[in-house]
């Protein structure tokens, strides 16, 4: 999710406030329950907790709204809209990373979807078959060497590792929403994103069984890790409707799994 630099500010705190409390709240998991990229479980999990609780009282239902009403023709313009401002964290980022045939087209569809495809509601660079791996600072942290770190769940934001959370301030500075002076514009359209994102979300979730913190962590990190090698490391596991998770039975057993557990 986004801000500008006091929305940013905000968050950045929030996200160093939360790390601070570490410390203290993973000792309360027992050591050899712990996942090894998960070490800060106990925390992560309460943080869970409550995205999850804002997420059934507040942007599911809007998210549901959202896509009720508005005409499928419309949710693709809005979204093209959003990632058209992307391919500018993509361009700089391919850069940093030394990709620059990547920052070539991220940079061309730009230009085109902004200007053919007025001001990135039409995708017209796919159309024409100029398309570019997204990429971001945490992405670029990962090719210079940088180590993931612990996973990690921020308030509000969801997933991320430690490394992921280190690269929020640039990509923050890298969208152009965040110069947006105007703040019933900026915020306007920083909700919006957060509802049309969330709405594109709504089919997928049906596909989460069992755990819902552990298929979301090890999806996340599955994801990650492709992103960052670039698919060296296997197939895109979201590339089918068949993911390649490594769960065992147990996680996938309905029957110890209560829903009142996210409740709080």
Request: charged share 25%; hydrophobic share 40%.
């Amino acid at each position: 999710m986004v801000v500008k630099q006091t929305g940013f500010a905000t968050r950045l705190l929030v996200a160093l406030a939360a790390l601070a409390m570490l410390a203290g709240c993973a000792g309360r998991v027992a050591v050899e329950e712990r996942h090894p990229d998960d070490p800060w479980e106990g925390f992560n999990r309460r943080v869970f907790s409550f995205n999850e609780a804002i997420d059934r009282t507040v942007l599911k239902p809007v998210a549901r709204g959202y896509r009720a009403v508005t005409p499928q023709p419309v949710q693709t313009g809005v979204g093209n809209f959003f990632s058209n401002l992307g391919e500018i964290r993509t361009t700089l980022n391919s850069l940093l990373q030394g990709k620059p045939a990547n920052a070539g087209l991220s940079t061309s569809r730009f230009v085109i979807n902004t200007t053919v495809g007025i001001a990135g509601l039409w995708d017209f660079a796919t159309h024409m078959g100029i398309t570019a791996d997204e990429e971001d600072f945490g992405q670029t942290l990962g090719v210079w060497g940088v180590g993931e770190g612990p996973y990690l769940v921020l308030p509000l934001l969801g997933p991320s590792t430690v490394r992921d959370t280190s690269g929020l301030p640039l990509d923050a500075y890298t969208y152009p929403l965040t110069y947006v002076e105007d703040d019933k514009v900026r915020y306007g359209l920083t909700a919006l994103r957060i509802v049309d994102v969330r709405a594109g979300f709504l089919d997928q979730e049906q596909l989460i069984r069992g755990d819902r913190y552990v298929f979301i962590r090890d999806a996340y990190l599955q994801r990650r890790r492709f992103e960052v090698s670039d698919g060296e490391q296997g197939d895109d596991p979201f590339a089918s409707d068949e993911f390649d998770f490594d769960f065992d039975d147990d996680d996938f057993d309905d029957s110890e799994f209560d829903d009142a557990d996210f409740a709080d």
